[in-house]
């Protein structure tokens, strides 16, 4: 009770501390994230880390780069731009995809042209048949738990 207490005042003071954000701060922000995330672009990796074996990141290969991928398409950028379309490239090659990184693809397939339907509609059927019922969800690997 004593921390949800804390954590209304600490809140409430920020939002009465702060002043309103306008689009322009919004749009200002957008571009220096956008900036931010093109610097840490790889030829070969993209937004990959650079040691993958390690954490959470060993179980989601492409997970980073699909992340990226969608904020800047969210953001704006144009699918045509070349880190976009290596990024696009790079998470589809991953073979054994995991939930997360399916989710993520499947977004991203979603928002892209006509010419990207049908790698939506081979993640969404792969989506749906990792599916499980009996666990309520999809399994963090690649096969149905």
Do not use: F
């Not at 040691?51 to 950028?77: C, E, M, V």
């Not at 995991?98 to 928002?111: G, K």
């Not at 993640?123 to 666990?135: A, E, N």
């Amino acid at each position: 009770m004593s921390i949800l207490l804390l954590c209304v005042v600490v809140s409430t003071t920020c939002a009465i501390g702060t002043s309103k954000l306008s689009d322009t701060d919004a749009s200002k922000a957008i571009t220096m994230i956008v900036a931010e995330l093109d610097s840490r672009y790889n030829e070969t990796r993209c937004w990959d880390s650079v040691d993958p074996s390690h954490g959470w990141l060993s179980k989601h290969r492409g997970g980073t780069t699909a992340l990226t991928t969608l904020a800047l398409l969210s953001a704006g950028q144009s699918s045509n731009s070349p880190n976009i379309q290596s990024a696009l490239d790079y998470i589809w090659e991953v073979e054994e995809p995991s939930s997360y990184l399916l989710t993520l693809r499947t977004s991203i397939w979603a928002l892209l042209p006509d010419t990207y339907e049908r790698r939506l509609k081979k993640d969404t059927k792969r989506l749906i048949k990792t599916l499980s019922l009996q666990y309520g969800g999809w399994g963090i690997g690649a096969k149905p738990p």
